[in-house]
């Protein structure tokens, strides 16, 4: 029997924003539960590690994390080594046999039972170490949660899972099928966070595009989509400043959505836009419901109705099959939209996918190279459209201190997404972490601006 007697805490969030999610609601229910966080994992009893498993660089890192951490059961306070997460939902089988250093494997639908399962384990009644399910809980407005994002801003999770099934994706899997949030619950938590000095809101989830097709009722008409409108103009007043769409697939985006992004004086002239390619080819094989035209029929409609939008997309280089007739699509088509943001992607193969039994894999060096070009054509599509941002001004979210020297500001503008975009470094004038001013653009970096604050 272990006893905590501190019930000190330390908590390492790997993966992505909504991974992170999932760690803030742990985080909240152990800290109303007593538990006490500290940042020096040698001083605490209970150790959590929310793993990330989606691609193969996320699995080495978790697995060293929680091996890393493992020590402290020797060499500190530890009692408890919890490994939850994604990683454990997908290899708790393996793991429990390859790593007895962990004493509790948690699921992706699970983790809201953390402090329970600590107790019994504390009592010593567990009678298993692995607590895995098909995943079918989402976190609510009444859960505990503890916002360990800077101050002014936050992440909402809209849903959860994804009923998509793309051939390269083991996120179905991992997180289960698509749960969203009623409208009310997304309200209230938003409420609450604004009220709590939030800022700026962004909106995640699996499929945003997704979001309240599995309400009972549910009917889309050509060119509406309900729920999707009827959340973001209720999430309108909530009093965010700002409120951010994320992972918006193309096929389902709607004209009335646009309208509302054009009109909202709240909702940032700006949409993460995943297409993964462009070569219909791939496409199919990729299973995406998209093609080729609809991706830039949508992208013209959302720059006529919303002029000077910024758009993020993703890509896959070197999916099986792709000849360099498609590698050439993909080219021509990162030229012509011209994204302000594109994150390029490595294929690789993952078990349990159905992309894994597709033959005509591509060798990796080509990968590698065509990688290669894709970051050359986009890094100076980035700097050209930067380059349009000279003497304007804009308004932006001050974060505080540049990350090399406290002699400057940065923070970011409406186009430019915490963690994975470029920043706006303040050389000129002063204002508080969390504070919204105005900037006059005078220099641009490779994907910095550079600007003083008008007065």
């Not at 924003?17 to 609601?25: E, I, W, Y």
């Not at 983790?111 to 692995?130: C, Q, T």
């Not at 199919?284 to 998209?290: C, E, G, L």
Request: glycine share 8%; hydrophobic share 35%; proline share 4%.
């Amino acid at each position: 029997m272990q006893t905590f007697e501190s019930k000190s805490l330390y908590f390492s969030s790997l993966g992505c924003s909504k991974n992170l999610v999932d760690s803030q609601v742990m985080l909240g229910h152990l800290n109303l539960d007593g538990f006490s966080i500290t940042q020096k994992p040698e001083d605490a009893e209970v150790i959590i590690v929310n793993t990330c498993s989606f691609v193969e660089a996320a699995k080495v890192e978790s697995i060293e994390t929680v091996l890393e951490l493992a020590d402290y059961k020797e060499n500190g306070n530890c009692k408890a080594l919890v490994m939850s997460g994604c990683m454990a939902q997908r290899y708790f089988h393996d793991l429990e046999k390859e790593m007895p250093e962990v004493d509790m494997f948690i699921g992706t639908g699970e983790y809201h039972k953390i402090v329970p399962l600590l107790k019994a384990f504390e009592e010593g009644k567990l009678e298993k170490k692995s607590f895995v399910e098909i995943p079918k809980y989402i976190h609510t407005e009444f859960d505990p949660r503890m916002n360990t994002s800077p101050g002014y801003m936050a992440w909402l999770k809209i849903s959860e899972g994804c009923n998509r099934n793309c051939t390269f994706c083991i996120i179905p899997t991992l997180r289960g099928k698509l749960r969203s949030r009623s409208v009310e619950s997304l309200v209230e938590e938003g409420t609450k966070l604004v009220e709590s000095g939030v800022k700026e809101l962004n909106l995640i989830s699996q499929d945003f595009s997704d979001y309240g097709s599995d309400f009972a009722g549910f009917e889309k008409t050509e060119g509406k989509n309900p729920e999707i409108y009827n959340m973001l103009k209720s999430l309108e007043g909530t009093g965010a400043d700002w409120i951010r769409v994320f992972y918006f697939y193309p096929d389902d985006l709607t004209e009335d959505v646009m309208d509302l992004m054009a009109s909202s004086d709240k909702i940032c002239k700006y949409l993460d836009m995943p297409i993964q390619h462009f070569s219909n080819k791939v496409l199919k094989r990729m299973n995406r419901r998209v093609t080729e035209d609809i991706i830039h029929q949508k992208v013209k409609t959302l720059r006529e109705k919303i002029p000077g939008i910024v758009l993020r997309t993703s890509v896959i280089v070197g999916f099986p099959g792709e000849t360099e007739e498609d590698f050439e699509a993909l080219l021509k088509g990162v030229r012509e939209l011209k994204f302000n943001h594109l994150g390029v992607f490595k294929y690789s193969d993952e078990e349990g996918t159905p992309a894994l039994r597709l033959k005509d894999k591509v060798p990796e060096e080509v990968i590698q190279e065509r990688f290669e070009k894709v970051y050359e054509v986009q890094k100076e599509i980035a700097e050209e459209l930067n380059s349009q941002f000279i003497g304007k001004t804009v308004d932006v979210l001050v974060e505080g201190a540049h990350e090399e020297t406290d002699l400057l500001l940065q923070g970011r503008h409406q186009g430019q997404a915490p963690d994975i975009d470029g920043k706006v470094i303040i050389n000129d004038g002063w204002a508080h972490p969390g504070e919204i001013v105005k900037v006059e653009i005078t220099e641009v970096h490779e994907y910095d601006l550079v600007g003083k604050i008008l007065k």
